[in-house]
């Protein structure tokens, strides 16, 4: 898990740089690729967010074995995390584009679904099984 969210981190690094260059080149995109950038930011906070409460999770279980309580994955903190980004982005509308933002904030799971699947490709076909 932990090398599937370094290689998504990288990723979402990746797509914020270029989002953050075409931000400095392309001056009639500058509000929308700030959008997008801040939505990247947060939607891998997000998703640090989430690994974090299912380790806990996980962790309380292997402890406390069947008799846990039950505890959430923190939907409220990332749902507040993504309401942040709307507040500001409704606070600057001239810097940054709601809409970008708003579909920035949503794109870390499925990078990490993609990196997944090319992981699990790699490990099925490395000749190993």
Request: with cysteine; hydrophobic share 55%; glycine share 6%.
């Amino acid at each position: 898990m932990d090398n599937l969210m370094k290689s998504a981190t990288r990723w979402m690094l990746y797509f914020t740089a270029v989002c953050l260059i075409l931000w400095a080149v392309v001056p009639t995109w500058k509000s929308v690729m700030l959008g997008l950038a801040v939505g990247l930011v947060a939607s891998t906070m997000n998703a640090f967010l989430l690994r974090r409460r299912v380790a806990m999770i996980a962790e309380y279980t292997i402890q406390e074995g069947a008799n846990t309580k039950r505890r959430g994955l923190g939907f409220g903190n990332r749902i507040a995390m993504v309401l942040l980004v709307a507040m500001i982005a409704m606070k600057f509308p001239d810097t940054l584009n709601m809409p970008a933002a708003l579909a920035g904030s949503m794109v870390s799971p499925f990078v990490i679904l993609v990196v997944a699947l090319i992981h699990n490709l790699k490990t099925n076909n490395s000749g190993k099984g």
